[in-house]
């Protein structure tokens, strides 16, 4: 376990006294020091592994009696889900056993997808759900095993074979536990619970705009690797035209291991041994045929570090990317981001939050192929690396955010320990991605002392974490309350910490202006870094016409917004960028007008089952003109 993490956690527990939901928890369950951090098995992705998903038994615990007791001791054993018996035998064999669960005989779900889809009565379900399944462990076992979660929503714990594994708080980033020597042969039973209940003191905390899909979201895998292997490695372009390196390895023979780079695709094959601490750095000139990844040639190479028995495999894009006064510059040359801002949700009547290939493509592709773009704002939490590595694939430049959105608990120690968790984790998962150039900490927070250093302290992380990216947050503007025209100035001061200053916007929809009066709206901000606008948008419902009136909800209104928004943008001259909100309409609990809106948030450019709006064309014009244009 990664020191910093842990420290943090248990420094918040300490100071708070209050680990959101599952404080009390059963004495032989997870000390809560073991959060998991590690291993962070970086591009886990492409080892070798058995996958886990498909048919999961599935229980709900609404007063979360198999984590606490009512007097909040531990729960007793006939709460216990996770024990490693057979109920039925043995309550058959012994009537002074009683258990209240029997997860071997409950009803049964697909894994992954949110359990908000499963069935009619889970639709609208938030608190604990067990899950439990069988699996042959292969015999003659050699190396390491982890189990692997793409990512569950919210707080997971989980258990192997009746024992405890761990914890990991964060619904939308990568968690692994070493199993190695908790595997046996043959059978093998896991059983985790997962926890979407979201309060005052999670991230983010329970009021947001998107609906909050509890459950395991993302693949489970049962990892393999050698007995030391790559834990986490980066390969990128330096802005001087260097390949830099690193590597660290984990196990018995991390220290002094001879190791190579190679990337075929350039005839690359570069030496190296690991120091004491099993890591490596290097940085090496670029070869002059490495041909950089941009979204019109999204140019991937296959790059591996083997050391000793273990080969770590990516598939890797190598571009730079910078910021120079108010000039975004990809591979050294400025661009305009044409891009909408996205939710982690398939297209269809009843998304599960499953993200697939397919999925992603045909997203992905909506963007790139239907709109023209070249960016997308994945919003508002990370989403599943299935997505980054299809923005790598088509050539899409990713905004990659933590939901650190609206109202968080700025002063609770736990909450930033939480939040820096996520970004870190966020971070080293995908800092291989070409297509992610932003780091975004934040979304619409409150101007307060607490929330600047809170901020502070996360585009610290991100600066040492990863300094080849830009990193950005979505701020407000103050609004001029008497001026002629919409007259807007930021007034943010985290505003000066960021590369990029992000505006999200709304004039016309939740503020009465004419749509006409849009255009000559004014900004006053820092002329000093570029500006992107990430989101404005209106609601329409697809299909909902009125072309005299221009109702709202209209697909002309909704139209017409975007070409009096667009006109607007048009006019600001340190505009580098924008991802209008929203690609596709979104289930949102906050959204209930019945006419148009029944949960789901209409700010799509198509609907939920991809039927696109007028509006959509509207944007791919312009974006294809944009195309054309060079870059102020
Ligand atoms: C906000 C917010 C989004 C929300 C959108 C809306 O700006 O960032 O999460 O969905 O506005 O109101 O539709």
Known sequence: MRKTHALWFLAAALVTGSFPLLAEQAPDALPLATVANEPLLVSADMREGTELSGTWHYSIDPYRAGIAGFHGEAPDRGQQRWLDIDVRKTMAEDNRTMFEFDMAHAQTTSLPGSWLAATPEMRHYQGVVWYQRHFDAPAGRKGRYFLRFGAANYATTAYLNGKPLGRHEGGFTPFAFEVTQQLRDGDNQITF???????????????????????????????????????????????????????????????????????????????????????????????????????????????????????????????????????????????????????????????????????????????????????????????????????????????????????????????????????????????????????????????????????????????????????????????????????????????????ILSINTYNGWYTPDRLSDLPASVWHVPADRPLVFSEFGADAKSGFHSPERLQKFSEEFQAEYYRKTLEMADRVPTLRGMSPWILKDFRSPRRQNPDFQMGWNRKGLISETGQRKMAFDVLANYYTMKSKETPK
């Open 193 to 499: 619970a997962v926890d979407s209940q979201a309060t005052a003191t999670t991230v983010p905390p329970t009021v947001t705009d998107w609906e909050n899909y509890g459950g395991a979201t993302r693949g489970i895998r049962l990892v393999h690797t050698p007995a030391t292997y790559v834990d986490n490695a980066m390969v990128r372009l330096t802005t001087d035209g260097k390949l830099e390196a690193e590597a660290h390895l984990d196990g018995a023979a991390a220290a002094g291991q001879s190791l190579h780079l190679t990337i075929a695709g350039l005839k690359l094959d570069v030496p190296g041994k690991s120091d004491a601490k099993g890591n490596w750095k290097a940085t090496i000139p670029a070869p002059r045929s490495l041909v950089r990844w941009s979204p019109d040639n999204p140019k991937l190479y296959d790059v591996t570090i083997s050391a000793g028995e273990d080969v770590w495999r990516d598939r890797i894009g190598f571009r730079t990317i910078e910021r120079k006064g108010a000039d975004i510059l990809l591979n050294g040359k400025p661009i305009f981001l044409r891009g909408i801002s996205m939710h982690e949700e398939e297209i269809g009547p009843n998304p599960a939050r499953i993200i697939t290939p397919e999925a992603a493509t045909a997203l992905l592709g909506e963007i790139k192929n239907g709109l023209h773009g070249n960016y997308v704002r994945l919003s508002h939490y990370p989403h599943s690396e299935v997505m980054t590595r299809a923005a790598d694939r088509l050539g899409l430049l990713v905004w990659s955010e933590v939901p650190v959105y609206w109202m968080v608990a700025w002063s609770n120690p736990g909450t930033l320990a939480a939040a820096r968790n996520m970004l870190a984790e966020n971070i080293l998962r995908d800092r291989n991605r070409a297509s992610v150039v932003i780091w975004s900490v934040a979304n619409e927070t409150p101007v307060n002392d607490a929330r600047n250093a809170f901020l502070r302290t996360l585009i610290g992380d991100v600066r040492r974490l990863d300094p080849s990216r830009l990193v950005s947050a979505a701020l407000l503007v103050k609004r001029e309350e008497d001026a002629r025209v919409p007259t807007m100035t930021m007034a943010d001061p985290l505003a000066a910490d960021l590369d």
